[in-house]
């Protein structure tokens, strides 16, 4: 009999079951069927058994960029060594070995202008940049997994060089960001920022926050590029905020670059878990059965993490009721007695 639209069968007399077609791991990993056992008696009896296929992985499929077409972006001569052009991704329907990518440049990098982390596919300059010696590369990047035999795809990545005035400072990195915890006094420090010209080290560089939404909530010493914290911080009103930098240089608001600054605000443990309800009333019949559920208690706590991951127990320990510190279900642990306990006063506790 054929089975599981024909990729196996089996022999109606020897039972011995055979392959007809190829199977596919990536749409069937597994394959389920069930084999009847009849006789020939009358009325014939059956019996039934579940016969299941594991199929195994094979490297078929080559590794698929995110991108249909070539990668295209620009940025500028000034960037400094180790700064991100862009990122390429590809992704491999394998498993294993055979799903693993790898990255390389291929081709067009005969300068050593760039460089590719083969793990993410990160793209990074690794020399300087200069628009007057060229305008823009052609690099073939190439996505390789590790099964055998490995298998690729290249996709092109065109980079444009973008023309500056070479006087402009420029800052250290991309993007800063600083962590402070939410107890943090004012006019601590946060971070320092920095900026060069590339071009005239004599040129004086002053550091400004630009006005915008958190503007007020950081100062910067304009000289030294250092950032405080301005103002108190509460993680459980506003977990971060973001602000943006200026390099000035002489003094000449014509020439000035600006850089992003992330601060994350990080949680003290300062709020205290609070139920949901001040008093839970619950009433039970008194032939309610020991190791059945009372009612459930459910608190909530504002801090973020283990600061806010609320556990249950009783002020006073109880023999006739319990309760699971992670749900907050409460049952009954022993019989009732009205007549000898006509109602329990539990206190709970959250924590």
Request: aromatic fraction near 6%.
């Amino acid at each position: 009999t054929d089975l599981n639209g024909n990729l196996v069968s089996v022999n109606e007399s020897s039972g011995e079951v055979t392959v007809n077609g190829l199977f596919d791991f990536e749409s069937a990993p597994t394959i389920n069927i069930s084999v009847v056992a009849r006789d020939r008696g009358q009325p014939s009896r059956e019996d039934v058994a579940s016969l299941q296929i594991v199929v195994e992985d094979e490297n078929d499929l080559s590794p698929v960029f995110d991108r249909r077409i070539e990668y295209d972006v620009s940025i500028s001569e000034a960037v400094l060594v180790g700064s991100r052009a862009l990122q390429v991704s590809a992704s491999d329907g394998d498993t294993g070995l055979g799903g693993e990518v790898r990255y390389e440049i291929v081709f067009g990098n005969g300068g050593e202008e760039f460089r590719i982390d083969s793990l993410s596919g990160l793209i990074s300059t690794a020399k300087s940049l200069d628009y007057e010696t060229r305008q823009f590369l052609s690099l073939g990047v190439q996505a390789r997994d590790l099964g055998s035999p490995a298998l690729s795809s290249v996709r092109l990545v065109t980079i444009h060089l973008i023309n500056v005035n070479d006087v402009l400072p420029i800052f250290e990195l991309a993007s800063y960001a600083a962590s402070v915890q939410e107890s943090t006094s004012v006019n601590a420090t946060l971070v320092r920022v920095q900026a060069n010209d590339p071009d005239n080290l004599n040129n004086t560089i002053t550091y400004h926050i630009a006005r915008g939404p958190s503007s007020g909530n950081v100062t910067i010493d304009s000289t030294t590029g250092v950032v405080y914290l301005a103002v108190p911080v509460d993680r459980e009103v506003v977990s971060t905020f973001k602000v943006e930098i200026l390099a000035i240089e002489n003094g000449n608001f014509s020439l000035f670059s600006t850089v992003a600054l992330t601060i994350n605000i990080l949680d003290d443990n300062d709020k205290s878990p609070k139920f949901s309800s001040d008093i839970y009333y619950v009433t039970l019949p008194e032939d309610q059965s020991p190791g059945s559920t009372v009612t459930t208690v459910s608190a909530f706590d504002d801090d973020d993490g283990a600061n806010g991951d609320v556990r249950y127990s009783f002020d006073n320990p109880s023999s006739t009721f319990d309760v699971n510190p992670i749900t907050g279900l409460i049952r009954l642990l022993l019989p009732l007695d009205r007549e000898r306990t006509p109602g329990y006063n539990l206190d709970r506790k959250s924590g």
